[in-house]
Nanobody, 127 residues
Framework: QVQLVESGGGLVQAGGSLRLSCAAS????????MGWFRRAPGKEREFVAAISRSGSNTYYADSVKGRFTVSRDNAKNTVYLQMNTLNSEDTAVYYC????????????????????WGQGTQVTVSS
């Protein structure tokens, strides 16, 4: 089992940047595909980005492609989400999640592939 704790959320003006972190504890971090999801007010949780075990493959939702970057440091048991050019549509609670599945490829976008979730961190973008 792995425990996940997100940090780095906050209030930022439109056009600004934030970097979220997700620290993992428990089993070997490099065993997990890591994903970021978000839930905006009144909406269902949606996929944002994911990264493979080694970090060599990354996946993004169309809405964040070119603005967000997911990365990981397996030595520090941490996954990051660098968010640039933020807008009000990015206001949400952001969650990191861990998957033990292999061969996911594009299925990293599906919530049910992730067994472990953090508690979430709030990101609010003011216009």
């Amino acid at each position: 089992q792995v425990q996940l704790v997100e940090s780095g959320g906050g209030l930022v003006q439109a056009g600004g940047s934030l970097r979220l972190s997700c620290a993992a504890s428990g089993r070997t971090f490099s065993n997990y595909v890591m994903g970021w999801f978000r839930r905006a007010p009144g909406k269902e949780r949606e996929f944002v980005a994911a990264i493979s075990r080694s970090g060599s493959n990354t996946y993004y939702a169309d809405s964040v492609k070119g603005r967000f970057t997911v990365s990981r440091d397996n030595a520090k048991n941490t996954v990051y989400l660098q968010m640039n050019t933020l807008n009000s549509e990015d206001t949400a609670v952001y969650y990191c999640a861990a998957s033990v599945d292999y061969g996911l490829q594009d299925r990293v976008r599906y919530e049910n592939k992730y067994a472990y979730w953090g508690q979430g961190t709030q990101v609010t973008v003011s216009s």
